[in-house]
């Protein structure tokens, strides 16, 4: 064993089975909710909270994800991945995402905004589908029962991949929403505001 695979091992035995199961059974649960959320939103069951819900969507896996990154390295008990057969197809997802963004898809980001300060193009559709393809990989690990090799998987491809996506999805998603929002003339604004001002206080 390397010095660097002792010190991984040494690093997983920080937390016990249980307590890892407790971190997958969470970090499930946050996939199965956004990949149920974004069919949802790619199929247009929701168009008028498309936005909203993504939002959402993206957010609380983010916060999962970010549990998964702060927590010391996984190590799963096999050194090769098993086979849980094909990843699911989620180009009819991707397609609806692509459908539904049409015009604002598009959006420019710096590559690394520690080491470099390229600017590179960006699709919200990519992003969002980028992100589903590795948390339904790592469920399919889930679900066969290899806890730890989720684990892992959800952990490195957060640091590698989709952890990256979320944040660059989450600061599109953030941005059209405020555009959406606040982006109306000054006659809709004030009428808004009246209409608050004016409201009937809740429960009378």
């Not at 695979?5 to 920080?14: I, L, V």
């Not at 008990?77 to 397609?95: K, N, S, T």
């Not at 806890?147 to 953030?174: D, I, P």
């Amino acid at each position: 064993m390397t010095t660097s695979s002792r010190a991984h091992a040494e690093a997983a035995q920080d937390y016990d089975y249980e307590e890892l199961v407790s971190i997958g059974t969470e970090a499930a649960g946050q996939a199965r909710t956004f990949l149920v959320a974004l069919r949802e939103v790619a199929f247009g069951q929701a168009p008028q909270a498309a936005l909203p819900l993504t939002l959402l969507a993206v957010s609380q896996v983010q916060l999962a994800g970010a549990k998964l990154g702060a927590m010391v390295d996984v190590v799963p008990a096999e050194q090769f991945e098993p086979d849980d057969g094909p990843d699911p197809d989620l180009d009819a997802i991707r397609e609806g995402l692509q459908t539904l963004f049409s015009g604002v898809d598009d959006y420019s980001e710096v590559a690394d905004p520690v080491l470099a300060d390229e600017v590179v193009q960006g699709s919200l559709a990519n992003d969002l589908a980028s992100i589903a393809q590795d948390l339904a990989h790592g469920l399919r690990h889930w679900e066969a029962g290899s806890k730890t090799e989720a684990l892992w998987w959800w952990q490195f491809s957060y640091l590698s991949n989709w952890g990256e996506r979320c944040a660059a999805a989450l600061r599109v998603l953030l941005t059209l929403l405020a555009h959406v929002r606040l982006d109306v003339d000054d006659e809709t604004a004030m009428e808004a505001e009246l209409a608050a001002l004016h409201a009937e206080p809740q429960g009378n």
